[in-house]
């Protein structure tokens, strides 16, 4: 076996115990797909590393009769790890305990977008107060990783285009965060941070099929199939913001017209929101503005802004119908600031895969908001991070 297919292996190993908790080998088996024979081996080496451990399984009760079974278990290392989340206009740095506890955050606005190394130097910053918070010191930190809204080719590790980070393009964010850090970074697109978020901590925590859909000022897909992420090629999968919709014509920052995302961000929803409340709440002081605009959860209680909310959950379903006649998945999670709506969202995405999936894909797919309150791809990094270090 070749070292990074053992590496493969062994990550795979390692995300399934991670992930169900203490499992048999026969389990382990079934869950990762790999032999019998490919799981005594890695257990193996994995156990002389001091990464896991056999161990016998506990009585379950009173009922509990006979031999127990042996199970594999995870050893949790010492330490801290730290996850970082980029947003369009803020950065957040956590620190999280290596079974995935959130021990301090700290948050700053900045526009992520045109400053790409004040940006990094804010999240080495951020990471500082954290850490401080958290009354943990850099030499404990074991694993870093961090997410951010952009297409990362993975050959490469460097930011391609079309992507809201303009400013970003051609950079290489893992150097620049390791560079700072001293230490290796993980770097992943949000989305798919934002699926690994929702598989370990999250809606998709029994689901090994699922999209997880951030929906914000761009609008990208993590897909998740088989259990695990599924980057494509070169780590781009799941740019559905630019799939053209019939009958749209608006310009796109990639160039096209008639893109999904230039209908359906949170930019537009709330440019229509701006619209229909002040008719509906003449006096309302909580009309959105730029400065302090109302969460969209608040907002989504109102009859008129759930309509707008409404119809743009149809119109992103237009696009994911074609998805569920593609991939069958048992899930679709929708995350981002526009799934912080909830139901309003939810349910118009609902309607338009109803209306054009294959009945028996529709019926087979469960629509959700997602319950992480924005902290998905916060929470895909932590899980990043762990992995990281227990690999180490
Ligand atoms: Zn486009």
């Not at 940006?119 to 943990?136: P, V």
């Not at 090629?233 to 310009?251: D, P, V």
Request: hydrophobic content about 40%; aromatic content about 2%; some cysteine.
């Amino acid at each position: 076996m070749t070292s990074s297919r053992r590496q493969r292996t062994h990550e795979h190993i390692l995300q399934a115990l991670a992930q169900h908790g203490d499992l048999t080998r026969a389990e382990l088996s079934r869950l990762t797909g790999l032999s019998r024979s490919a799981i005594a081996s890695a257990v193996t080496l994995l156990s002389d590393e001091g990464l896991l451990a056999e161990e016998t399984a506990g009585p379950t009760g009173p009922s509990a009769r006979g031999r127990r079974p042996t199970v594999i278990a995870l050893r949790r290392r010492p330490g801290v790890v730290l996850a970082i989340d980029f947003g369009h206009s803020h950065i957040t740095a956590a620190i999280a305990d290596t079974s995935g506890t959130l021990l301090a955050e700290c948050s700053a606005a900045l526009d992520v977008d045109s400053q790409p190394q004040q940006a990094l130097d804010t999240a080495t910053e951020l990471a500082g107060h954290a850490l401080a918070r958290a009354g943990h010191t850099s030499g404990e930190i074991t694993g870093i990783a961090a997410g951010i809204p952009g297409p990362l080719d993975i050959r490469t590790q460097v930011v391609r285009a079309p992507t809201i980070l303009r400013e970003w393009i051609g950079l290489n964010p893992a150097e620049e965060l390791s560079r700072r850090f001293g230490k290796p970074v993980a770097v992943a697109n949000d989305a798919d941070m934002g699926g690994r978020g929702e598989h370990t901590f999250g809606a998709a925590r029994s689901i090994d099929d699922f999209l997880y859909i951030k929906a914000s000022h761009g609008i990208g897909a993590g897909l998740v199939l088989g259990g695990r992420t599924y980057r494509g090629s070169s780590g781009i999968a799941g740019e559905i913001g630019h799939t053209h919709l019939e009958g749209a014509t608006n310009l796109c920052r990639c160039g096209n017209r008639g893109c999904l995302e230039t209908v359906v961000s949170i930019t537009e929803v709330r440019r229509e929101l701006a619209h229909v409340l002040p008719t509906e709440h003449p006096t309302d002081q909580a009309r959105p503005t730029a400065a302090d605009p109302p969460s969209l959860a608040d907002l989504a209680t109102r009859p008129a802004a759930a309509r707008v909310i409404t119809d743009a959950g149809r119109t992103l379903g237009l696009v994911l119908a074609d998805l569920v006649n593609c991939l069958n998945p048992a899930a679709i999670i929708l995350g981002g600031e526009l799934g912080e709506a909830g139901e309003p969202l939810a349910e118009g995405v609902r309607e338009s895969i109803n209306r054009y999936a294959q009945p028996a894909s529709a019926k087979a797919v469960t629509i959700t908001a997602s319950t992480l309150q924005q902290r998905s791809e916060l929470l895909g990094a932590v899980a990043t991070a762990i992995q990281q270090s227990a690999i180490g």
